[in-house]
Nanobody, 123 residues
Framework: QVQLVESGGGLAQAGGSLRLSCAAS????????MGWFRQGPGKEREFVAA????????NYADSVKGRFTISRDNAKNTVYLQMNSLKPEDTAVYYC????????????????WGQGTQVTVSS
């Protein structure tokens, strides 16, 4: 089993940056693909970014491509989401998730979830 804890959320101005971290427990972190999702007010949870188990393959939602970067450090059991050029529409609770099989875009494919961290972007 994998336990995930996100951190790094907060308030940022439009055009600013934040870096989210997701720390995982367990010795098998390096065997899981990892994803970031977000859920804005009144919206469904949506895919943001995902990385394969060694991080050599990544995938991004079109809305964040070129602005956000997912990376992972398996030695530290941590996955990151660097968010640049933030926009008010990026405001959401951000969740990290672990998938045993693939760096999927469908949240239902993921096996474990963190509790989420709030990101608020002001205009």
């Amino acid at each position: 089993q994998v336990q995930l804890v996100e951190s790094g959320g907060g308030l940022a101005q439009a055009g600013g940056s934040l870096r989210l971290s997701c720390a995982a427990s367990g010795r098998t972190f390096g065997t899981y693909a990892m994803g970031w999702f977000r859920q804005g007010p009144g919206k469904e949870r949506e895919f943001v970014a995902a990385a394969s188990w060694i991080g050599d393959s990544t995938n991004y939602a079109d809305s964040v491509k070129g602005r956000f970067t997912i990376s992972r450090d398996n030695a530290k059991n941590t996955v990151y989401l660097q968010m640049n050029s933030l926009k008010p529409e990026d405001t959401a609770v951000y969740y990290c998730a672990a998938d045993r099989v693939y760096y999927a875009t469908d949240p239902y494919e993921y096996d474990y979830w963190g509790q989420g961290t709030q990101v608020t972007v002001s205009s």
